[in-house]
């Protein structure tokens, strides 16, 4: 078994890509530096303490700490984007910033390792009492993340010293035996973490801890039941956790026997992430099986069309099968990425490049709406239909935005879509003792090495498009080049210059063989716009289709088509005409216009609410856009799912 395939280091791989670059190049000269001004709580923007906070704990401020408890996991999101940023030759100049937090992170940190702004400075005899609810093990996780992406990126291993000394004490503190805490973290995370860390030391303890807070999680007496017990059920932080449920953090049976996506979708994503890796590190084909069910179970009865997953407002949770509305879901940003973490670890783990069909449709889709053109705006929430005027305050619809935010209080998507989209060469190549893999079709230069065969590839996609793909290659041996073929690719043809590749396919990849020298492929994959439906106990979809072309699902929005986008009906037959992309929407991805009616009452007076039937219908033409890029030309309604109509 073992691991089939391992990520390319991002410090070989350059993004070139018309959509991803252009959101990519305003991160890196933009944005990451306006994150810090927020982070540092610069005017015009509400202040989120987490520099702040490190400095008090520092010992730099006298002050109470301030923000949510996990704040300090802000910073170091912030940084390991900042990193992948500075190994894609993107970020030098972020390199004094990142400095400048190292070194007050080392300050923070305590004698014994301990590193947390909330419990040393608000609350120092608390630690390690309230797994719940208190994110420290989630905290440290996300920081030895940010610790082992910055020694990648810069060879300065201070940032990783840190982590390794927090990590120290995590293993001395938690594990089996009277000693110790037998518990676990209440949101996973550190788990990734530690598995990382083992990656870049060769520590197996920090493998070995993170297998433990797997395995103890769920088992009977169940930890975080007791630990609630002791505060009577009273929360400490959160006050929408009275009446707890252990579904909720995954905590109800052990992660190894569950097969259903449930709870806070984050955490699953997270700790089904970290059962992933230890699948692979360790053989272990129990999780292995717990991993494709829990896989199933998500992408073919509680993930939308747009790869958003956590379908409720409450709680940001999965609720159950087929329960997708559309205009009521949360499809956290956040979740989504963790979906894509989950899946790319499923194809390291197996060699099945199926998982990224899911992979790819969260990121052309939610994730990439999470974020807009401009890169200074964000999304938590993504429906599938949104009408602006019934998005209000303190309502069940206060969850929904119409328009993007500046920022949040509670801001883990923000940094964390721009950590994602500043790795996105993890995502792109892959490779095997004896094989390079094309994953994501997203133009890009690479250059590495399997054994002694040195490889240089450059990738022009055109996938949105025309569905052409070229490669130039450059190998000094022969190897084997594994091109994923999607779901949604009705035929594919490959030639090496003017001749024709006949090839193997495999585990949803076309391989071929390329012997030592340079090489121009050129992949044709035959895409064409398609009408969607969904299974029939999505209720909420019902007489409904969806518009997509590759990966990309598309929208009405109204400055488009005008606002009632409910009254549209569409012919299943109408003909889908793809048009020149809009100039001031990103990456050049076509238009799709087509033919509809609408469908009014018009026997009903304004000022009556109810009335006789009489429909009127009327010929409409209709310009559909990406829906990764609604909401960046002025608030409005917005849907994806439109009625069917029959003639």
């Known amino acids: 078994m073992g691991r089939k395939q391992k990520a390319i280091n991002l410090n070989d791989i350059r993004i070139t890509d018309d959509l991803f670059g252009s959101y990519i190049d305003k991160i890196t000269s933009k944005i990451l530096k306006h994150q810090w001004d927020i982070l540092n709580d610069a005017d015009g923007y509400e202040p989120t303490y987490c520099i702040y906070n490190f400095k008090i704990a520092a010992g730099r401020m006298i002050g109470k700490r301030k923000g949510v408890v996990f704040q300090d996991t802000d910073l170091y999101k912030w940084i390991e984007a900042a990193a992948f940023a500075i190994a894609g030759d993107m970020g030098d100049e972020l390199i004094p910033m990142c400095e400048y937090a190292i070194d007050l992170i080392a300050d923070a940190q305590e004698d014994d390792g301990y590193l947390n702004t909330y419990f040393t400075v608000n609350a120092p005899d608390k630690k390690w009492t309230n797994l719940v609810e208190g994110h420290e093990l989630y905290t440290s996780g996300h920081m030895m993340e940010a610790a082992v992406a910055y020694t990648y990126a810069t060879g300065n291993d201070k940032f990783l010293n840190i982590a390794k000394k927090n990590a120290d004490l995590i293993c001395k503190v938690f594990g089996n035996g009277d000693d110790r805490i037998n518990g676990y973290p209440g949101h996973q995370e550190v788990e990734i973490g530690l598995i990382k860390l083992y990656h870049i030391t060769g520590h197996k303890r920090y493998l070995d801890e993170a297998k433990y807070f797997l395995d103890e999680r769920g088992k009977k007496p169940n930890y975080l039941e007791e630990e609630i017990k002791k505060r009577n059920g009273v929360p400490e932080f959160f006050p929408e956790f009275k009446n707890y449920d252990l579904e909720y953090s995954q905590a109800h049976i052990e992660p190894v026997k569950q097969k259903e996506a449930v709870g806070h979708a984050v955490r699953d994503m997270y700790m089904c992430s970290a059962m992933a890796d230890i699948a692979a590190e360790l053989e272990d084909i129990e999780y292995e099986k717990a991993c494709k069910a829990i896989w199933n179970n998500m992408t073919k009865r ?67 709406a999470g974020i807009n053109i401009e890169g200074d705006r964000y999304f938590y929430v993504n429906p599938l239909e949104v009408v602006p005027n019934f998005c209000t305050a303190h309502t069940y619809m206060d969850h929904v935005k119409p328009i993007r935010q500046k ?48 490889i240089k590839l ?178 409005g309604e917005m849907m994806v799912w439109q009625k069917s109509f029959f003639k």
């Open 458 to 635: 450059s990738m022009d996609s055109k996938l949105l498009t025309s569905g052409k793909v070229n490669l130039e290659i450059e190998t000094s041996n022969d190897f084997r080049l594994g091109i994923r073929i999607p779901w949604y690719v009705e035929d594919t043809e490959i030639y090496n210059g003017k001749n024709k590749i006949n090839f193997e396919s495999k585990n949803s990849y076309a391989n071929i063989y390329l012997k030592k020298g340079l090489h121009d492929i050129n992949i044709f994959f035959s895409i064409k716009p398609r009408w969607y439906a969904a299974n029939n106990d999505v209720r909420a979809d019902a007489g409904k289709m969806a518009l997509m072309k590759g990966p990309i699902v598309y929208c009405l929005e109204e400055i488009d088509n005008g606002s009632h986008l409910s009254e549209i009906y569409v012919d299943a037959d109408t003909e889908l005409v793809e048009e020149k992309a809009m100039d001031n929407l990103a990456g050049n991805i076509p238009v799709i216009s087509y033919d509809a009616y609408r469908i009014k009452n018009d026997k009903i007076n304004e000022d009556e609410l109810y009335g006789s039937v009489g429909t009127k219908k009327e010929n409409v033409h209709l310009k559909a856009i990406a829906y990764s890029q609604w909401e960046n030309r002025g608030e």
């Open 407 to 454: 920022w949040f209080n509670v801001a883990c998507c923000p940094p964390n879509v721009v950590r994602t989209l500043c790795s996105l060469g993890q995502y792109i190549y892959a490779k095997s003792d004896d094989a390079i893999y094309i994953n994501e079709f997203i133009s890009s230069n690479m250059e590495t090495k399997i054994n002694n065969t040195k």
């Open 302 to 368: 509680r993930m939308y069309i747009t790869g958003g997953i956590g379908s409720s407002g409450f709680r940001e949770r999965f609720t159950t099968d087929f329960d997708l509305p559309n205009a009521t879901n949360y499809s956290e940003t956040c979740a989504s990425i963790g979906l894509m973490m989950f899946g790319q670890r499923m194809t390291n783990l197996t060699g099945d490049a199926s998982f990224y069909d899911e992979v790819e449709r969260a990121l052309y889709n939610t994730v990439l």
